[in-house]
């Protein structure tokens, strides 16, 4: 069963930095994908960035050149450093993995495992004061 446990939120001050960790056990983690998503009061969950099980990386254009999502195959964890903070990153950010059921796909069709079927944590709150 692949359980997934985020964490490393908190509150900062706008320009400030956070970085969330998301440890993922239960599954082979080298061939697993990860995604972060956020989801702000009132509105709809959306993408941050993913790291696919082979390294490569999306971002979202709002986070696009402020966050960067890495991972530590020998720990199991992927992190995303979050620099430059604005209010507007205020959130629950939650991570998905695939349990490897992407590996190999195209960058669509992963999303949307990572969005549909994935396995996620209960998320960690990020709030950034102006």
């Known amino acids: 069963q692949v359980q997934v446990a985020e964490s490393g939120g908190g509150l900062v001050q706008a320009g400030g930095s956070l970085r969330l960790s998301c440890a993922v056990s239960?599954?082979?983690?080298?061939?697993?994908?990860i995604g972060w998503y956020r989801q702000a009061p009132g509105k709809q969950r959306e993408l941050v960035a993913v790291i696919s099980a082979g390294g490569s990386t999306k971002y979202s254009d709002s986070v696009k050149g402020r966050f960067t999502i890495s991972r530590d195959n020998t720990k199991n964890t992927v992190y995303l450093q979050m620099n430059s903070l604005e209010p507007e990153d205020t959130a629950v950010y939650y991570c998905?993995?695939?349990?490897?059921?992407?590996?190999?796909?195209?960058?669509?069709?992963?999303?949307?495992?990572?969005?549909?079927?994935?396995?996620w944590g209960q998320g960690t709150q990020v709030t950034v004061s102006s």
């Open positions: 998905s993995a695939d349990g490897g059921s992407g590996y190999g796909a195209t960058w669509p069709t992963l999303l949307a495992i990572l969005s549909n079927s994935g396995s």
């Open positions: 239960g599954v082979t983690f080298s061939v697993t994908s």
